[in-house]
């Protein structure tokens, strides 16, 4: 019996996010619940079950205001007509890039089909630190711009307070079902976007119980954390405590890292430093293979001629910048590149499992092996989904997507030895 029947109509939620990776572990929380999840890739959604969640990166973290409220408007529509009937719009837990503007798109298109709706947004996510109180936002401990966050190569946070953060929103504090409600009610009736407080996953909870009461008027918004929740206040059955059976995986793994960030870089060296050295081979370019696109073939032919060894294989991006390019510009090109080695690399039929830590990567590297949706399974652990390659005609790819700030120094490492079988389940 299809578990839809106890609604007797189709429950399709669409999570749109700024990013790849940020996609991808947040409709991973609706696969830990029991929903068949999935990650589309292109505008035009995917045959979905009855019951089901897909995710969709918009790539908007880094976009204009007014370019970033568009595509999100056009994406909501899309889904709208597509037959979703719940929307959680996944914006980045320490509110980097364009949010308001996100927000801004997503509910003129909601409310064409849901007039007087509003944004319940919360971006709290406790399990990596993140965290709403005083109405500022925190992320272990300190405020946002004391944070990594606020030295973001791309996107510096510069306050934390969020009627900065996101202006002509109100903010209430955290309270017990009822007068969360009436509170979240109350303010809506004057601000197009409600800020709700949060400091633990049970706050998180109650949240989401009373966003599943206030039904399509409460359009979501948060991090990975409130969609756990929402997964289960969503589900007809009030979701599923039951695991995913994991991903057949085993040999050869390729791990490419183009993410910028200091947690990422910390995570990848911890695996030289753990791991027997025989059985990593690193293959990085230097920034001059990077310059032009003849350099960029030159050194992705010198990967064809040479095939690497067996076991884990690192693709690490070079940190200093391409002269004469944006940042955002820079990493892109970066992205594509690299993207392009591990794609010939694939090619070869030696790795069929990625590791993919970065949004920009992630998206690039997939655009190059032609994929264009994923079966999302399970979280290996918080924050890190592991995915399959949806393709009637070609052996599936397994893949991991993390994004580069998550988890702490020997994360990527459990992820490794979780691949490779050498640990119990998890």
Known sequence: ????????????????????????????????????????????????????????????????????????????????????????????????????????????????????????????????????????????????????????????????????????????GMGQAGELRAAITAAARKHDVVVVEATDQAALITLAEVVAKLGSQALPAGSAGLALALADAW??????????????????????????????????????????????????PALADLADDASADSWIAQLRAAPPGLGLLVLEAPLERIAGASLVDASRRVARIMASAVASIVARGQVHTLVLLGGDGADATLDALGVMNLHVIRNIVEGVPVAESVASDEEKLVLVTKAGGFGDENTLLTVIRWLRGELPEI
């Open 1 to 172: 019996m299809d578990i839809s029947s106890a609604t007797g109509q189709a429950l399709r939620v669409a999570v749109l996010a700024d990013d790849l990776t940020g996609a991808g572990d947040t409709v991973v929380q609706f696969a830990q619940r029991g929903w068949p999840s999935y990650l589309q890739r292109s505008t035009e959604v995917p045959p979905l079950p009855a019951l089901a969640a897909v995710g969709q990166s918009l790539n908007t973290r880094a976009l204009p205001g007014e370019e970033a409220a568009a595509r999100t408007r056009d994406a909501t529509r899309i889904q709208l007509d597509a037959g979703v009937t719940r929307l959680y719009m996944k914006i980045d837990s320490t509110m980097r890039g364009s949010v308001a503007a996100q927000l801004a798109g997503a509910l003129a298109a909601w409310r064409m089909a849901h007039p007087g709706a509003f944004v319940v947004l919360c971006p709290a996510y406790p399990a990596m630190g993140r965290t709403i109180h005083d109405g500022r936002l925190w992320v272990n401990g300190a405020a946002l711009e004391d944070s990594p966050a606020g030295s973001d190569p791309v996107t510096p946070m510069r306050t934390s307070v969020f009627t900065e953060l996101v202006p002509g929103a109100a903010v209430v």
């Open 235 to 284: 589900h007809p059955q009030g979701g599923s405590a039951a695991r995913p059976a994991a991903p057949k995986t085993g040999g050869n793994i390729l791990l490419l890292r183009t993410s910028a960030n200091a947690v990422s870089r910390r995570q990848v060296a911890r695996l030289f430093e753990e791991l027997p050295p025989a059985t990593v081979t690193t293959l990085s």
